[in-house]
């Protein structure tokens, strides 16, 4: 089993549709969760991250961790097609020193049409 | 006033040969990282420098070798390049102490084929 797991897609969704976004894991020592946006041909933006179940929301994202579940998502509400990029949840336990390290899903490809 | 910066941008090259991509970030970051991206999206971390020390070294052939030459450089050179070496390459770097650990910062990738 991998540690990460994300469905790849393809998520096409109209303009304005709510988006829901999941990654399972295994690994209890993850921490931190954390959410990357990627456009086509460019690197990983961070979008998001939290630490603790439960919600947090910026704007039109919300991410949602359920550490009892192992399961985290994504929320895009009103989604626009400027959304449309390949999204990759990302999970951090610490790793040697004071540095964690990032395990990244596969990520889902998300097209948003006008 | 680009964050992190990767050269080349595009590299081909035939098998069996060396070569090397750069990093570079502005950023004043501590920790660097190379990560490498699949055909597929994937994308693994392959090393992690901290001030300068190598603290991540995931299980990667010894042909990939790095090198970072300060705190604000990180270079990757390869040798005898495989088939199995063309993928997508991604710098990145962050601040481990007093700063935003968890955030970090992509370059634009170096898109190596291998022919």
């Known amino acids: 089993q991998k540690e990460v797991e994300q469905d790849p897609g393809p998520l096409s969704v109209p303009e304005g549709a709510i988006v829901s976004l999941n990654c399972t894991y295994s690994?209890?020592?993850?921490?931190?969760f954390m959410w990357y946006r990627q456009y086509s041909r460019k690197g990983p933006e961070l979008l998001m991250y939290?630490?603790?179940?439960g919600n947090k929301e910026d704007g039109r994202f919300t991410a949602q961790v359920d550490k009892s579940s192992k399961y985290i998502s994504l929320f895009i509400r009103d989604s626009q097609p400027s959304d449309s990029a390949t999204y990759l949840c990302?999970?951090?336990?610490?790793?040697?020193?004071?540095?964690?390290?990032?395990?990244f899903g596969k990520g889902t490809l998300l097209t948003v049409n006008p | 006033d680009t964050a992190v910066s990767q050269t080349p941008k595009y590299l081909v090259t035939q098998m069996g040969n060396d070569k090397s991509i750069k990093c570079e970030q502005n950023l004043g970051h501590d920790t660097m990282y190379w990560y490498k991206q699949d055909s597929k999206k994937f994308l693994k971390i392959m090393f992690s420098?901290?001030?300068?020390?190598?603290?991540i070294n995931e299980t990667v052939p010894n042909r990939f070798s790095p090198k970072s030459p300060d705190k604000a450089h990180l270079n990757l050179h390869i040798n005898s390049l495989e088939l199995g070496d063309s993928a997508v390459y991604f710098c990145?770097?962050?601040?481990?102490?007093?700063?935003?650990?968890?955030?970090?910062?992509f370059g634009p990738g170096t898109r190596l084929t291998v022919t």
């Open positions: 939290t630490y603790s179940s």
């Open positions: 690994n209890s020592a993850f921490q931190y």
């Open positions: 990145a770097s962050s601040q481990s102490i007093g700063g935003s650990w968890v955030e970090q910062y």
């Open positions: 420098y901290n001030n300068k020390e190598l603290i």
């Open positions: 990302a999970m951090s336990a610490r790793s040697g020193g004071s540095n964690y390290k990032l395990t």
